[in-house]
């Protein structure tokens, strides 16, 4: 049996507040209209999926805890070319709104990394293992 990665989908209470965010703030391209129950979004190749959690649970008969505030649970690794343009990007998407967890900081393995949350406090890690630009 061969298993692929197809997507990665997250379970949300707000869809027009997490599509506006992923959209508009990350840059994220939406392949259908904004209004449709689940959201399918595309990033570097990537989809990513938006879905009601109250729909989920419908449709899978169970009830299931989500963590409130910023969590833990996991994160969304986005890479940009160096150290400069971690803070920049940084600096960029806490101006649209993004919630600041840790600011840019170059740490003792070598990678400039920073830390902000969605409106719904899931991690989204925004990092360079290059000093400059090649």
Same mark, same amino acid.
């Given at each position: 049996?061969? &298993?692929? &990665? *197809?997507?990665?989908?997250?379970?949300? /209470?707000d869809?027009?507040?997490?599509i506006?965010?992923y959209?508009?703030?990350?840059?994220f391209k939406?392949?259908?209209?904004?209004?449709t129950?689940?959201?399918? &979004?595309?990033?570097?190749?990537?989809?990513?999926?938006?879905?009601?959690?109250?729909?989920?649970e419908?449709?899978?008969?169970?009830?299931?805890n989500?963590?409130?505030?910023? /969590?833990?649970?996991?994160e969304?690794?986005l890479?940009?070319?160096?150290? *400069? *343009?971690?803070?920049?990007?940084?600096?960029?998407?806490?101006?649209?709104?993004?919630?600041?967890?840790?600011?840019?900081t170059?740490?003792?393995?070598g990678?400039?990394?920073?830390?902000?949350a969605d409106?719904?406090?899931? &991690?989204?890690?925004i990092?360079?293992? /290059?000093?400059?630009?090649k």
């Amino acid at each position: 049996m061969k &298993l692929k &990665l *197809d997507g990665i989908g997250i379970f949300v /209470n707000d869809m027009r507040k997490m599509i506006t965010f992923y959209s508009e703030v990350l840059g994220f391209k939406i392949s259908e209209d904004k209004n449709t129950s689940n959201v399918y &979004l595309i990033k570097d190749g990537t989809l990513f999926m938006l879905y009601p959690r109250k729909e989920f649970e419908k449709m899978t008969s169970t009830k299931f805890n989500y963590a409130k505030g910023i /969590n833990g649970h996991f994160e969304l690794a986005l890479q940009v070319d160096c150290y *400069d *343009d971690v803070d920049s990007c940084f600096n960029q998407v806490v101006s649209k709104g993004a919630k600041v967890v840790l600011p840019p900081t170059t740490e003792s393995w070598g990678q400039r990394t920073s830390y902000i949350a969605d409106p719904e406090g899931n &991690l989204i890690e925004i990092g360079s293992f /290059n000093k400059n630009k090649k």
